[in-house]
């Protein structure tokens, strides 16, 4: 019986595959060439887009209807599965040769497609390549931040005026958004909030402080519930405060008036960032120096290297510099990228 039912198993896995390779060629055999017949397209916030990424052919919109109909499937449905299909075997070779040795599946590599088809051709390439090695264990949290990452580094060849790259990068996207209008009957409201690294590690830090010693004095809230309070009364706290003038010859902003209580100095944030050696000297072009990407490992996310110049530049920053040793050839996507032909280096920030 198991074995009967992992041949089973086996046959849909290659039925899916090959579903997308006949959708494939039957995209190949019916581009609109021909004046007057549309391309099959999904209309979005007003405006019609091609049902694969930049670098795949188009299909004529009647030919979609037919293969949605002949494979049983809606016509949105099929647009979606040939769309898939052509963003893999034209934008995504590395991810179209793995399905084809059954070492990624079907849906897997279609939803590989859906999350890289915003990015231009050399960026979803370069999600492909990256991908390649550990397609079919990546989680989609590290997919996402990979696509992130892509689409930062590729940014300028997204953009025909430098100066609107370059307002892109510097736009400030910290922020925080109390949800009062969006208040549940249970009084609670959600909140959003955009931090820079530094902060967010802080705050973490005074949350997890903050349920502990709710649970020591006696709360019986759940671990969720107690970082909730935590929030609050680390906001009536600051609230009940009035901040003083520094004093100027002090490291740290002094004290709070009318509370008798002085700031506690701020804990180190230690971070562990990874920069190309190009990208730390600035022997690139003005658009390339937009695209240079680094890892930050406490997060796992990519950051711009402007991003690390200016905490490696902040006042009291200390940097220690420790080199890479040879690891062009052992890139773990999980980690950090090294652009080809580039030392690199791990910074430690503090």
Known sequence: ?????????????????????????????????????????????????????????????????????????????????????????????????????????????????????????????????????????VSWAGLDRLVTEAARRYLPQTMDDPAEAEAEVGRDRRGVAVRTDQAGLDGVVPVEAYLSVEDALDFEHAVQAGAEQLKTAGSTDSLDGRRATAVGEMARDQLALDLAQPDPSADEPASFAGSGRVRRPRDPVVLYLHLSEDAVTGRVGELERLGQVGRCENTRSPVTAETIRSWCGAPGARVVVKPVIDLRAHVRVEQYEIPTGSSSGSICVM
């Open 1 to 137: 019986m198991l074995a009967a039912a992992r041949g089973y198993r086996e046959a849909e896995l290659a039925a899916a595959t090959g579903l997308l390779e006949m959708a494939v060629e039957w995209a190949s055999m019916h581009e609109p060439t021909q004046a007057g017949v549309p391309a099959a397209t999904w209309w979005e916030a007003g405006r019609s887009i091609s049902i694969a990424g930049a670098g795949a052919p188009l299909i004529a919109e009647y030919a979609v209807a037919e293969f949605a109909a002949a494979v049983g499937m809606s016509t949105d449905q099929g647009r979606s599965l040939i769309g898939q299909g052509l963003d893999l075997a034209y934008r995504l070779p590395n991810t179209w040769d793995l399905l084809h040795e059954g070492k990624v599946p079907a849906w897997r590599a279609r939803r590989f497609a859906d999350l890289t088809r915003s990015l231009t051709k050399d960026a979803a390439g370069f999600v492909d390549d990256q991908i390649s090695a550990v397609a079919g264990k």
